[in-house]
């Protein structure tokens, strides 16, 4: 009988095992219910408790703000399966609107930091959400500050691009936001976007199509023009002693 028992707490322990292991910050959200939100629509306010996180299970979210003289700054756009506000314990620092129809599922803060603070999976992971948020932040602060307006562009193009069904390849580009969101989000006005696509559309790296859509022809060539470290080949370099 002793032997039987403690069979029993070691199959008891692997099922443990088995069911953390497919445990996930995702599957946190699976049990909330899933609410239809119309394009244009916001999910949350600025200045709002942030006493929820929600994650995207469909659709294009971005995050707002308003600033001097009603001027609205887009910080992200979010796309299917991103998860929104893990970086906050405050209040919300921006706007979340719709950009498409999309469908969301929301979790109490409390009870996802509970989860997450009771399990050896989840917190590797929201560690790792919260990393993966701060590194976001700052590639947008180099976006803005150092980038000019051929290499703000390319660089948006090709994270969408990397974010579609056939990342790295030449093929139709589906761009669910307006170029007013696209002006907004990098900095630009969206007279500036509108020449930008013009002159990449001359040089035969995109194609526009119908409204939103773009066609990208070689998708190397646009990432090559993100002005990126890894576009300068080592030889173009200057080697700096430092004494």
Known sequence: MLMQGNKAFEIADLANE???????????????????V?????ICWEGDAASHLFQVVEGVVRLQRIIGQGRRVITAFHYSGDVVGA????????????????????IS??????EVAGSDALR????????????????????????????RLCSFLVELGLRSDAPGKAGLLKVPMNRQDIGDYLGMTIETVSRTISKLAARK???????????????SSLAQLCGNADAFPAENCHSVEIQ
């Open 124 to 151: 590797p992971e929201y560690i790792g959400l919260l990393c993966k948020e701060t590194a976001a932040a700052h590639d947008q602060m180099v976006l803005l500050s150092k980038k000019n307006a051929e290499e």
């Open 109 to 114: 803060r409390k009870a996802f930091l509970a």
């Open 87 to 106: 970086f906050l314990h405050g209040d919300f620092l921006f706007t979340a609107e719709a950009v498409t129809d999309c469908k969301i599922r929301r």
């Open 38 to 42: 119309p394009a244009g629509r916001a």
């Open 205 to 219: 790296i995109i194609v526009p199509e119908g409204r939103h859509n773009l066609r990208i022809v070689c998708f």
């Open 18 to 36: 088995a069911l953390s292991s497919r445990q996930s910050l995702s599957s946190l959200f699976q049990l909330s219910m899933l609410e239809t």
